[in-house]
């Protein structure tokens, strides 16, 4: 059975590209890309929703912030477009590639992702964070800090007018705290961890 292996960019910046796939080769792992550029097809999916929408649409793509301002906060002047995370559309690529060859390692920044993955069960297909990839295999490497994540807050600048950027858990408090927002169109970024998924729980 071969064992595919598609790694988050945050696990290939902070560890190393080529160390990595030396490690992975080592315990039978084949490093696995994706041809589509799933970046611009999901900011173009937020683009038609925010064409659709009457006020902000929120950024779905980090699980933990949309769940937790929909839990703390539940504003009536945010719509939670269903919009799947960058790495699950890169799942699905894949999957769909490699199904019936072997089994499918999706290796994600955070323990939100990997259950977010698992949970919509895409057949020998495993989502799970570096952290508990690499105890499981047994690979001890040490990580550099990232000044900034390889997918940096700004996602929608410079494509949308009107994009607040809430890059931490502190702002998004802040701003979902005010008692009155007018209701108008614009994005909402959301990013739970501190300046984006460099600072992960997986990583
Ligand atoms: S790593 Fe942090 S910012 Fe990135 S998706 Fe997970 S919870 Fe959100």
């Not at 792992?29 to 038609?48: G, L, T």
């Not at 659709?52 to 703390?72: N, Q």
């Not at 690529?93 to 949970?119: F, Y």
């Not at 690979?139 to 929608?156: H, N, Y």
Request: charged content about 30%; some cysteine; aromatic content about 10%.
């Amino acid at each position: 059975m071969r064992k595919f292996i598609w790694l988050n960019p945050v696990v290939n910046e902070m560890y190393g590209k080529e160390t990595l796939e030396k490690h992975l080769a080592e315990k039978g792992y084949e490093p696995v890309f994706c041809r589509e550029d799933h970046i611009a097809a999901v900011k173009e999916k937020y683009r038609s929703a925010l064409d659709k929408a009457h006020t902000y649409v929120a950024d779905v793509r980090c699980p933990m912030a949309a769940d937790y301002i929909k839990e703390v906060y539940s504003p009536d002047f945010l719509e939670f477009p269903p919009i799947e995370p960058i790495l699950l559309h890169c799942a699905r690529e894949l999957h769909e590639r490699l199904s019936c060859q072997g089994v499918l390692w999706i290796i994600t920044p955070c323990k939100a992702l990997a259950d977010m993955g698992n949970n919509i069960g895409l057949p020998e297909t495993r989502f799970c964070t570096w952290k508990e990839f690499a105890r499981l295999e047994n690979i001890q490497l040490r990580g550099k800090a990232l000044d900034e994540s390889p997918i940096p807050p700004g996602f929608f600048l410079g494509h949308e007018e009107q994009a607040v950027v809430l890059d931490n858990r502190e702002k998004i408090d802040f701003y979902f705290s005010e008692p009155s927002r007018k209701a108008k169109k614009g994005m909402v970024e959301l990013l739970y961890c501190s300046g984006g998924c460099h600072h992960g729980d997986g990583v």
